[in-house]
């Protein structure tokens, strides 16, 4: 059996940096450090940043006035900044400059007068949060085609559309036709807003993909990037497997198969897919770990100016 290791995978800057964060602020702040919201979607990066002291909560009512909250890679609705400010809390801001983008985008082009259709998956932190920039009924949220073939606005009303960062490259292709066939005057990127970790991995899960009788993507199940990979597997026609830990595999799904893939999702640490890797050998004769490098990525982004200072 050989094993082939997609490469890009794992961490992305985003996703780095929201952990340095965390650990920064600890370090700078002392325990305990709240953090609204899973700091990036892996229960395993959560549960270390828990042992050192940070304190996960769901709403900023949870968190004491004064305390140093920290809002997660996903970033938040305006409303989330008034209620810290209300509560006299220090806010430390990991949200992923690229999703930061997305928001930047979302007020310019409501400030000309267009109204906004996010392309995005309801419920996802990062669409609850886009959708928080702009006020009820100057944004609309689409996930399908059929959602774009319901939207009904005025002949003379301006429209711009952006998008989720995590989103599948095609299925997001085929939205963003839909609405410029209905909409010939819309404005927006033309390939979304999908970041450069997401188009990466998918294009090296989609190499990997020709080669593969069974796809393995670590990553956890909230964790929308990492769902997409899986789902690429799968459509590809491979076998294909979204895992949280090396707990999660079973024997069933490597009868009869030569060749196994591995990805892991934007916010999956190498650890586990290192351990992914030890489980299959300790149970398989492995005759080659093999790492297929589609490209290198070279993308940091610089810490808060507060975590850095003194």
């Known amino acids: 059996m050989r094993i082939l290791l997609?490469?890009?995978?794992?961490?992305?800057?985003?996703?780095?940096?929201?952990?340095?964060?965390?650990?920064?602020?600890?370090?700078?702040?002392g325990k305990p450090i709240y953090v609204r919201h899973e700091i990036v979607h892996n229960k395993t990066v959560v549960d270390r940043l828990k042992q050192l002291g940070a304190v996960f909560v769901e709403e900023l009512d949870e968190v004491p006035e004064g305390a140093v909250v920290i809002f997660s890679a996903h970033g938040v609705a305006e409303t989330v900044y008034e209620?810290?400010?209300?509560r006299r809390q220090k806010v430390i801001d990991a949200s992923c400059p690229l999703v930061k983008k997305v928001h930047w985008s979302a007020k310019k082009q409501a400030g000309k007068g267009a109204h906004v259709i996010l392309i995005g998956h309801a419920g996802h932190a990062e669409v609850v949060g886009t959708l928080?920039?702009?006020?009820?009924?100057?944004?609309?949220?689409?996930?399908?085609?059929?959602?774009?073939?319901?939207?009904?606005?005025?002949?003379?009303?301006?429209?711009?559309?952006?998008?989720q960062t995590t989103l599948s490259v095609d299925e997001t292709r085929e939205v963003i036709q839909a609405l410029k066939k209905k909409f010939p005057a819309i404005t927006g990127p033309e390939k979304g807003d999908l970041c450069y970790?997401?188009?990466?991995?998918?294009?090296?899960?989609?190499?990997?993909?020709?080669?593969?009788?069974l796809l393995l993507v670590v990553g956890s199940s909230n964790s929308s990037n990492s769902n997409r990979l899986r789902?690429?597997?799968?459509?590809?026609?491979?076998?294909?497997?979204?895992?949280?830990?090396?707990?999660?595999?079973?024997?069933?799904?490597?009868?009869?198969?030569?060749?196994?893939?591995?990805?892991?999702?934007?916010?999956?640490?190498?650890?586990?897919?290192?351990?992914?890797?030890?489980?299959?050998?300790?149970?398989?004769?492995?005759?080659?770990?093999?790492?297929?490098?589609?490209?290198?990525e070279n993308v940091h982004f610089s810490l808060p100016a507060e975590l850095i200072a003194g």
């Open 83 to 86: 209620q810290a400010a209300q």
């Open 197 to 213: 970790a997401t188009t990466n991995r998918q294009a090296a899960v989609r190499e990997l993909c020709s080669e593969v009788d």
């Open 231 to 296: 789902e690429l597997g799968t459509s590809a026609g491979v076998s294909s497997y979204l895992i949280g830990e090396a707990a999660d595999l079973c024997d069933e799904w490597f009868n009869g198969v030569e060749t196994v893939g591995i990805s892991s999702g934007a916010s999956a640490p190498e650890e586990v897919v290192q351990q992914v890797v030890l489980w299959i050998r300790e149970r398989y004769p492995v005759s080659s770990v093999e790492n297929r490098v589609l490209l290198e």
């Open 6 to 29: 997609a490469n890009p995978r794992g961490f992305c800057a985003g996703v780095d940096r929201a952990i340095q964060i965390v650990e920064k602020a600890l370090e700078k702040f």
């Open 132 to 163: 928080g920039q702009l006020p009820p009924g100057s944004i609309s949220l689409v996930a399908t085609v059929q959602d774009v073939e319901k939207l009904q606005f005025p002949k003379d009303q301006s429209l711009a559309y952006i998008t």
